[in-house]
């Protein structure tokens, strides 16, 4: 299996209506791998997103999978919550995460893959001891907290950082990428070796979500 296969694009629903999310991703599911969602506390960053029981309305809602994003503090008070909501992979902070280890492990334990999430100032080497524990790390491209901002280019540089040192340890780890994902940044991004490209406002901001979706999705595996 080529490593093009694990490409997926994942609409993020930060930027969509949500008073009809169900519809909402219903346009872009076809062209989707999974579906992320944002969750904010208002603390870890200054926006407030949503919790465990909107992810349980949407679990009901689509069969994508639900890739869960918290950037929130004291992630590990909440794990139970999210994994009996039905998120299926479940990244938490490496900022926010003093236990990270016991974190990822408590994670897998729930049934969920683990994740870590990197601020655009944490450095990649800040996972070495926990690699091999992860399913995916997600870059982020942007300051976390709000969709709509302007990719940071270095977010490439980890990310070819990341394929290497995946490739030199024989791990199997996902890089995801979330922030200013367009088609203008795609193509470096998927050259520099982005395998899950989340994307909110160039989907759910454009005129025809789905037509756009469409088009991502014909980049990531054409
Ligand atoms: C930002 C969120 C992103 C956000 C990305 O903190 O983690 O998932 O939805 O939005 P865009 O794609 O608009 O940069
Ligand atoms: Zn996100």
């Not at 729930?110 to 690699?131: H, Q």
Request: one cysteine or more; hydrophobic letters at 45%.
């Amino acid at each position: 299996m080529s490593r093009d296969s694990g490409r997926l694009l994942a609409p993020s629903i930060l930027s969509a209506d949500f008073a009809a999310l169900a519809a909402s991703v219903r346009a872009v599911a076809p062209y989707s791998g999974l579906l992320h969602v944002d969750v904010m506390d208002g603390h870890f960053v200054p926006n407030i997103t949503l919790g465990p029981p909107v992810v349980a309305c949407l679990k009901r809602a689509t069969d994508l999978p639900l890739d869960c994003h918290l950037m929130i503090e004291s992630p590990d008070r909440y794990l139970g919550d999210f994994a009996r909501a039905g998120a299926a992979c479940l990244s938490v902070h490496q900022e926010a995460c003093p236990h990270l280890h016991r974190t990822l492990q408590r994670i897998r334990e729930e049934g969920m893959r683990p994740g870590v999430a990197l601020n655009p100032a944490t450095p990649v080497a800040s996972l070495d001891e926990v690699l091999g524990e992860l399913d995916f790390v997600l870059v982020m491209s942007v300051n976390p907290g709000f969709g709509g901002q302007r990719f940071i280019p270095a977010a490439l540089e980890k990310v070819r950082r990341l394929r290497a040192a995946r490739e030199a340890r024989g791990l199997s780890f996902a890089i995801e990428v979330d922030g200013g994902v367009s088609a203008e940044t795609l193509p470096s991004l998927l050259e520099a070796g982005a395998d899950w490209l989340v994307a909110g406002s160039a989907l759910f901001g454009a005129a025809d979500p789905a037509a756009e979706a469409a088009r991502l999705s014909g980049m990531l595996h054409g």
